[in-house]
């Protein structure tokens, strides 16, 4: 059943989980007086797709940033892999971010830069030591996966809102990340196209056997690729459970973003 507040399910009462790989717990951030996160705790297991829904400015994004290092919260931990990620040395969290793919909602592809330059460019940034004949086969790994291997050469201006998408998918996964963070996957996506992306996710997600945070606003996403929704509310993971439990919950909070 979808738990509000204090009966929240612990992560036991789901079934077939992997090992956390993310913990947070007890996460704070504020920006001035505005207080953002008030203690957020939350487990991402193995292979785990958890989807996080809230309202416009409930601070999802601000979590996806602090569990990537981008912003430091106030107090609190964020284990990824055991690792503390706010208390991570420059070198150190550069190493876990090649174990973190971000997929920016914007697709943060550079317009100046060829399909094969865009993917090749977080191979550079992680200064992986790689041949020319490596990195080439790796290119057309990642874009095979998405089925665009013929865009290769092609600018991002040349291509369709679906296509740059699973194109700023394929760099995401170009670095075989255990885990990925996704920012409204389906935003802008006209709903055909809107589910060839979450088959996508999901056939990438057991091909590759990655954990990921969900930011989603599109119910449709939230039911297909789902394991488990939480509601961010006032700082807090006030539900937990499956699509199933919280669309069904009694609760007019969770209730609100199922109708
Ligand atoms: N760098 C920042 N400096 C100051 N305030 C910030 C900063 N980043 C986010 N905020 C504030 O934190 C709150 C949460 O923002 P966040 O972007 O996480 O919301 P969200 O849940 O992702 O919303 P949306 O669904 O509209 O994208 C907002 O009040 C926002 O103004």
Not at 124 to 141: A, C, F, G, Y
Request: one cysteine or more.
């Amino acid at each position: 059943m979808a738990t509000a507040a204090k009966d929240e399910l612990s992560p036991e009462d789901h079934v077939a989980k992997g090992a956390p790989v993310i913990v947070i717990e007890h996460l704070f951030k504020k920006f001035g007086k505005n207080v953002v996160l008030k203690d957020f705790n939350l487990t991402v297991h193995q292979e785990e797709n958890v989807v996080v829904l809230g309202k416009s400015g409930a601070g999802k994004s601000v979590l996806i940033k602090c569990v990537i290092g981008l912003l430091k919260p106030d107090s609190g931990k964020i284990l990824v892999f055991g690792d503390n990620v706010p208390g991570l040395s420059p070198d150190e969290l550069d190493r876990v971010r090649t174990k973190i793919g971000f997929l920016f909602q914007a697709n943060a592809l550079y317009d100046s830069m060829t399909v094969r330059e865009n993917l090749e460019f977080p191979l550079r940034r992680h200064w992986i030591d790689l041949t020319p004949k490596q990195v080439n086969q790796m290119v057309s790994e990642a874009l095979e996966n998405v089925g665009l291997k013929n865009t290769v050469d092609m600018m991002p201006a040349e291509l369709s809102g679906g296509m740059l998408k699973r194109v700023a998918l394929a760099r995401t996964l170009i670095l075989k990340p255990e885990i990925i963070l996704y920012d409204e996957p389906t935003t802008g996506l006209d709903p055909v196209t809107s589910r060839e992306i979450d088959s996508l996710i999901l056939k990438l997600q057991k091909k590759y056997h990655t954990s990921s945070i969900v930011i989603s606003h599109d119910m449709n996403c939230v039911k297909n690729i789902a394991d488990r929704v939480i509601l961010l509310l006032e700082g807090k993971c006030y539900a937990d459970g499956t699509y199933d439990e919280l669309a069904h919950s009694a609760d007019e909070k969770i209730k609100q973003f199922f109708e």
